[in-house]
């Protein structure tokens, strides 16, 4: 009795276990159809004005992450609806073109401003706290260790007594404080530095 028991479960389990849901047992793929909609119908729309993307517009930078998170949450077979998807990788690629321009960019404007800040330091220190009447030997140009030439324009509080080009003319009754001014410039990128000679009277 208890063999013919034992041998009736073994039959039931061994049918039940060949009549589980999709052919040979294995459960068919759950396709989300909304999903690969929306990831198509996004491409086609964001591919059909390509030629008029503007890559530095944040909305479309945040379409594009979006995009490619929709993309990245779709099983396998979802995937392999997206019809369009080499549309997008164009995108893609083009857009990563963009964000390395900018970064070259960026990279070469940093360079220029420091060069302006070092040549702001320059022309500073050429700049005496006090003068007994020799001239002042102001610089109009400087040029960075990565080759970005600055130019730098002086300006006098008093050219009668220093001049724009560094020419000073002794007081013989008091000394003089003069605020000389130089503005360092490259391009659209400038730096002003300010500083005060006190120039001795002539004894």
Request: hydrophobic share 35%.
């Amino acid at each position: 009795m208890k063999k013919a028991l034992m041998f009736s479960l073994i039959v039931f389990f061994f049918l039940v276990g060949c009549n589980t849901p999709g052919q040979g047992g294995t459960e068919q793929p759950v396709i989300n159809q909304l999903a690969v909609s929306e990831v198509n119908d996004s491409i086609e729309i964001l591919y059909s004005d390509l030629e008029n993307i503007r890559f530095s517009k944040v909305e479309v930078q945040e379409e594009i992450q979006r995009i490619r998170t929709l993309y990245d949450q779709l099983n396998d077979d979802e995937k392999k609806l997206v019809t369009n998807y080499e549309n997008f990788l164009e995108i893609e690629a083009l857009y990563k073109e963009y964000l390395e321009q900018k970064a070259l960019e960026e990279a070469e404007k940093q360079k220029i401003i420091n060069a302006v800040a070092k040549a702001a330091e320059y022309a500073k220190e050429c700049i005496p706290l006090s003068n007994t009447g020799e001239d002042i030997e102001l610089p109009n140009s400087y040029k960075s260790e990565d080759g970005v030439d600055v130019y730098i324009g002086w300006t006098t509080a008093d050219p009668y007594t220093i001049t724009n080009k560094g020419k000073v003319t002794q007081p013989r009754n008091i000394s003089r404080r003069v605020k000389l001014t130089a503005v360092c410039r490259s391009g659209d990128i400038a730096e002003t530095v300010e500083k005060t000679v006190t120039v001795t009277k002539h004894i």
